[in-house]
């Protein structure tokens, strides 16, 4: 019942694709009339028409620490877009509580079109089946505008780790169940709820130790603290290039391109099973139709660049700048579906 769950999930200069002449242009020209020529280059005909929008600086919340994929996404999607529609895009953290703290704040924000989020599967689709209380309604507090990077989930163990595969792996859990530690960003994060799936599939009993971040929980993993973890690529594809971690499985119906030698989870032996992790850009609910339209068409515009895909690409993140309703009908199913291993595993966040 709880097989097929997706969830949650990642300053560059002027495109090289522009002309000599325009680059020659916009090193002579001040700096607002260089984005207007930029401006100029990347539009389309049939762009949304958005007058006296922007008027001011527009603020993405990146409601994760500085330096993490939600935080890098957010900066390279606030750079395009400043270029291509004009005005100044800027990036804030508000870390805390799961993303929550950085969250309430854009959920309370004037809808206006000058206040974003980069959000994550956990602040829409997660949280709320976690905290007894939550700062605001993920379903009614937000307009979706897109989803920006999605990521499948790898099973992960420490290089020297006695099980070779995943069925080895299985074998061993069963063997001494209980007995065998695997790590996590923290408790109801999506590499906690990625473990807790696989055990219900493979119908195994692991230890679970929370840490403070990802990189901690790979960190632990590697000192042999914990047998692996569970998590997306960005955050351990360096680890495993380097030989320090070996990923078992990849929780997707395909096989990753940067990682064509790792099984899908169906592959070794876990049919149906498929997770997740994604980011995305909402509004504040009740933020005009034309600018969710606009910030949707330009994004996705950004995320189809050779620049944005050659840079995320190989870090295992997919771009994706679907429409406002695809993102809608994301977070409709996952919310429903996380929910349900969440209230199954008992798992809670007072």
């Given at each position: ?45 049939g ?22 994929l ?22 804030e953290?508000?870390?805390g ?22 959000t994550?599967?956990?602040?829409l ?11 605001f ?64 599939a ?97 994004t ?16 295992g ?21 996380w ?12």
């Amino acid at each position: 019942m709880l097989h097929r769950i997706r969830s949650a999930l990642l300053c560059s200069r002027f495109s090289r694709g522009l002309s000599c002449i325009v680059a020659g242009l916009l090193f002579l020209l001040p700096l607002s009339q260089a984005q207007a020529q930029v401006q100029a280059q990347t539009q389309v005909q049939g762009a949304v028409a958005t007058p006296g929008w922007p008027s001011r600086t527009v603020r993405i919340i990146a409601p994760f620490a500085a330096g993490g994929l939600a935080d890098v996404l957010a900066r390279a999607v606030a750079e395009r877009l400043a270029l291509s529609i004009g005005g100044s895009f800027i990036v804030e953290n508000r870390t805390g509580a799961g993303g929550n703290i950085g969250a309430e704040a854009v959920a309370k924000a004037e809808p206006d079109g000058h206040t974003l989020l980069m959000t994550s599967t956990g602040i829409l689709c997660i949280n709320a089946s976690l905290y007894a209380r939550m700062p605001f309604d993920p379903e009614t507090a937000f307009a979706p505008i897109t989803v920006v990077a999605d990521m499948p989930m790898l099973m992960l163990v420490r290089a020297d780790a006695p099980a070779r595969n995943l069925q080895e792996f299985m074998a061993l859990a069963k063997k001494e169940p209980g007995k065998l530690f695997f790590g996590s960003p923290g408790n109801g994060t999506t590499g906690h709820l990625g473990m807790e799936l696989f055990q219900s599939a493979a119908k195994v009993q692991l230890g679970h130790v929370p840490y403070k971040s990802a990189a901690e929980a790979v960190t632990a993993a590697i000192a042999g603290q914990t047998v692996g973890m569970f998590d997306n690529p960005p955050t351990v594809m360096a680890q495993l290039k380097a030989g320090r971690l070996r990923a078992l499985g990849v929780s997707a119906a395909q096989r990753m391109p940067q990682l064509p030698d790792v099984p899908t989870l169906a592959e070794a032996g876990l049919p149906g099973v498929e997770a997740s992790s994604w980011f995305g850009l909402v509004a504040p609910a009740r933020t005009s139709p034309a600018v969710i339209a606009r910030l949707q068409q330009e994004t996705a515009r950004a995320l189809r660049l050779p620049e944005l895909q050659n840079r995320f690409g190989p870090m295992g993140a997919r771009l994706v700048g679907n429409t406002p309703e695809e993102f809608a009908r994301l977070i409709v199913a996952e919310r429903r579906m996380w929910d349900g291993l969440i209230k199954s595993a008992g798992i809670r966040i007072d």
